[in-house]
């Protein structure tokens, strides 16, 4: 007789969120720079019933936490790493904005590779003649 195979963290992670009773979690990706079109698509996605993560952090504009370049670099790496374990959480992904830079494909990649579906606010950013970010 076959023993059962333990279950994996996110098998883990979407057995607790099913007992929960959790709504889908959708995450949020894209330039900062389209900070507007995401607090727009958070408030659609929330009135539509789902929990929302999205960027927290607009390093392009001045604030005093990223002032000095080095601790600027040291945060970036950090919200990184906070949004890829966004994208592990969530159910779904988002990407807001008309072009798809460098740091966004890489956050699709990623929820691909993890199996999550990708959906855009503007369904011809993925192509390969989007404008690339720098």
């Not at 333990?6 to 959708?26: F, N």
């Amino acid at each position: 007789m076959p023993y059962p195979q333990p279950l994996s963290p996110e098998e883990k992670l979407a057995e607790a969120k099913r007992l929960l009773g959790l709504p889908r979690i959708v995450v949020i990706c894209g330039s900062t720079r389209f900070m507007t079109e995401m607090n727009e698509a958070d408030l659609r996605e929330t009135a539509a019933g789902k929990i929302v993560v999205k960027p927290g952090c607009d390093v392009k504009s001045p604030h005093e936490l990223w002032s000095d370049p080095a601790e600027a670099e040291a945060l970036k790496v950090r919200l990184d790493d906070l949004h890829r374990a966004k994208i592990r959480l969530a159910d779904e992904v988002l990407v807001v904005g008309g072009y798809i830079g460098e740091s966004t494909r890489a956050e699709i990649a990623y929820a691909r590779s993890l199996g999550r579906p990708v959906r855009f606010t503007h369904p011809g950013a993925e192509a390969p003649a989007a404008t690339v970010e720098s």
